[in-house]
């Protein structure tokens, strides 16, 4: 699969991952205002845009919503086939009802089934995403159309989700956090330098790869989290790096194709991010 057509979706940024420091994040939520989609800092606001999620997850931020028909599933089938005959179809084989909740698949029957990559298979291999619990087959119309995977705009998608999840949690009633919080926590690190752990200073395409390896400390949850929003407290604007992309070792790391005009007009648009029935 192909983020552009020069960009791989498989650039080996699972083989360069890093743990969620979940203390670090949950401080940073805190300050996330849900009617200006911004942090409210001491010094003033900051965000994440489409930008970030360009350099640190290499994705694609231009092309086609990601969006479908979520309400009489088996109609939006193409031939108005069964969807679960269609997943058989693709998949070559059926999950047990125990695995199935509703339209979702759990995750965990995803990997015992296709743990090992295949004989003979090759980096167009699809795998499945072992953050969540579950599988929506809503996918299934992507699977089925592999090669136009990298005409879809996954940036947007990446960061809706990751603006809607920040939202919920906004509510009182909501204590978990979900969403890509790797992509918060890159953006963290690269905008808040006092924030980094030390010892990275080596970075690669793309940006995210930067953390491979981190690992935060084991510590208790709450009192860790109690310490980060005392130093968020204490930042001040010259703490912030307004431009992290510009020096000329992130610049000559970075795709070309990310570069390109386009690009960047996207990144200054005022537009919705669309994925599925989000819309942030």
């Given at each position: 699969?192909?983020?552009?057509?020069?960009?791989?979706?498989?650039?080996?940024?699972?083989?360069?991952?890093?743990?969620?420091?979940?203390?670090?994040?949950?401080?940073?939520?805190?300050r996330?205002r849900?009617?200006?989609?911004?942090?409210?800092?001491?010094?003033?606001?900051?965000?994440?845009?489409?930008?970030?999620?360009?350099?640190?997850?290499?994705?694609?931020?231009?092309?086609?919503?990601?969006?479908?028909c979520?309400?009489?599933?088996?109609?939006?089938?193409?031939?108005?086939?069964?969807?679960?005959?269609?997943?058989?179809?693709?998949?070559?084989?059926?999950?047990?009802?125990?695995?199935?909740?509703?339209?979702?698949?759990?995750?965990?029957?995803?990997?015992?089934?296709?743990?090992e990559?295949?004989?003979?298979?090759?980096?167009?291999t699809?795998?499945?995403?072992?953050?969540?619990?579950?599988?929506?087959?809503?996918?299934?119309?992507?699977?089925?159309?592999?090669?136009?995977?990298?005409?879809?705009?996954?940036?947007?998608?990446?960061?809706?989700?990751?603006?809607?999840?920040?939202?919920?949690?906004?509510?009182?009633?909501?204590?978990?956090?979900?969403?890509?919080?790797?992509?918060?926590?890159?953006?963290?690190?690269?905008?808040?330098?006092?924030?980094?752990?030390?010892?990275?200073?080596?970075?690669?395409?793309?940006?995210?790869?930067?953390?491979?390896?981190?690992?935060?400390?084991?510590?208790e949850?709450?009192?860790?989290?109690?310490?980060?929003?005392?130093?968020?407290?204490?930042?001040?604007?010259?703490?912030?790096?307004?431009?992290?992309?510009?020096?000329?070792?992130?610049?000559?790391?970075?795709?070309?194709?990310?570069?390109?005009?386009?690009?960047?007009?996207?990144?200054?648009?005022?537009?919705?991010?669309?994925?599925?029935?989000?819309?942030?």
């Amino acid at each position: 699969m192909r983020r552009q057509q020069g960009m791989r979706l498989d650039d080996r940024l699972n083989d360069r991952w890093f743990r969620l420091d979940e203390a670090l994040v949950s401080a940073f939520v805190k300050r996330w205002r849900p009617e200006t989609h911004t942090f409210h800092m001491p010094f003033g606001e900051c965000t994440i845009r489409l930008q970030d999620v360009a350099y640190q997850l290499g994705l694609p931020v231009d092309g086609r919503y990601v969006s479908g028909c979520l309400s009489e599933f088996q109609i939006y089938i193409q031939g108005g086939l069964s969807s679960w005959v269609w997943f058989q179809e693709l998949l070559g084989v059926i999950p047990p009802p125990s695995q199935v909740q509703k339209y979702a698949v759990n995750c965990s029957w995803f990997q015992e089934t296709f743990g090992e990559c295949p004989e003979g298979a090759d980096d167009e291999t699809l795998f499945v995403d072992k953050s969540g619990n579950r599988i929506h087959i809503r996918w299934l119309p992507y699977v089925a159309r592999m090669e136009e995977m990298g005409t879809y705009s996954w940036g947007s998608v990446a960061l809706a989700w990751l603006y809607r999840c920040m939202c919920r949690v906004a509510n009182i009633h909501v204590v978990k956090l979900a969403g890509p919080l790797q992509l918060l926590q890159s953006w963290i690190f690269w905008q808040f330098p006092r924030f980094r752990p030390a010892g990275y200073e080596t970075f690669s395409w793309p940006l995210a790869s930067r953390w491979s390896g981190y690992n935060p400390s084991g510590s208790e949850k709450g009192p860790r989290v109690q310490m980060w929003r005392l130093r968020i407290d204490r930042l001040q604007d010259r703490e912030f790096i307004w431009m992290p992309y510009n020096s000329p070792d992130v610049l000559q790391v970075v795709h070309p194709e990310a570069l390109e005009p386009r690009h960047m007009e996207l990144w200054r648009s005022v537009t919705s991010l669309i994925y599925f029935a989000v819309i942030e």
